[in-house]
């Protein structure tokens, strides 16, 4: 699986628009980029997943570059309660370790009011 | 629909002392993992369970063991404890290890001392 480079804090105003950016320059045709997050003490929450077209869903926005080396995960109105670590995840299919996800450190969004 | 679910949430233990730490999900997923998370660390898989009565070793197996009981439970066996093990366990889940999302558990903090 591709490794991914993430910012390690953001600060972002309530209500306005969160950008998270993460960088996979190596990956290839066949891996997905995966976004999770983590509220204090919790376990990790799904956010959203592409391949290669933008995503949206109730929670976020997720544009992947035309190259694919890069995307950014966008929280349109950012709440407290979005204030978590936020992973990006790059993961193959088809590889010996497709189940597996290989976790960074993440980036810390911190939103205040 | 309670989702994944793990026992305890909390333990204290003394060096060499053995305990299970317990996962069930209600999902009819196939695939159940084990991650551990220290500070500073991004999630690190330990082992996984790809469908039941099947399990391979993740990225940090040493000191571990599991079993896949049925389709719902996953346990994790620590046989002597030891405080490199001191962590925050977190047990997921998905339908059959592809592009499927993970869900995780609320997790289960463990001191050694």
């Known amino acids: 699986d591709a490794k991914t480079t993430q910012p390690p804090s953001m600060d972002c105003a309530e209500g306005r628009a969160a950008n998270l950016p993460c960088n996979h320059s190596t990956i290839s045709g066949n891996e997905y980029v995966y976004w999770y997050r983590q509220i204090h003490s919790q376990g990790p929450q799904y956010i959203i997943h592409?391949?290669?077209?933008?995503e949206t869903n109730e929670m976020a926005s997720l544009i992947i570059t035309e190259d694919r080396k890069s995307s950014t995960l966008i929280l349109p109105h950012a709440t407290l309660r979005d204030t978590a670590v936020y992973y990006c995840i790059v993961r193959g299919l088809n590889a010996g370790n497709n189940r597996k996800l290989i976790w960074g450190l993440g980036t810390s969004l911190a939103v205040n009011p | 629909n309670a989702g994944v679910t793990q026992t305890p949430k909390f333990q204290v233990l003394k060096t060499g002392q053995s305990m299970t730490l317990q996962c069930a999900q209600d999902m009819n997923h196939n695939s159940m993992y084990w991650y551990r998370q220290d500070p500073g660390m991004g999630l690190r898989l330990i082992y996984y369970s790809a469908s039941e009565g099947t399990t391979d070793k993740g990225e940090v197996p040493n000191g571990y063991n599991v079993s896949r009981l049925n389709k719902r439970e996953f346990s994790l066996r620590l046989e002597s404890a030891a405080p490199s093990q001191t962590s925050v366990y977190f047990c997921?889940?998905?339908?059959?290890?592809?592009?499927?999302?993970?869900?995780f558990g609320p997790g289960t903090r463990l001191l050694v001392l």
């Open positions: 592409g391949l290669k077209n933008n």
């Open positions: 997921a889940s998905n339908s059959n290890g592809g592009q499927e999302t993970q869900y």
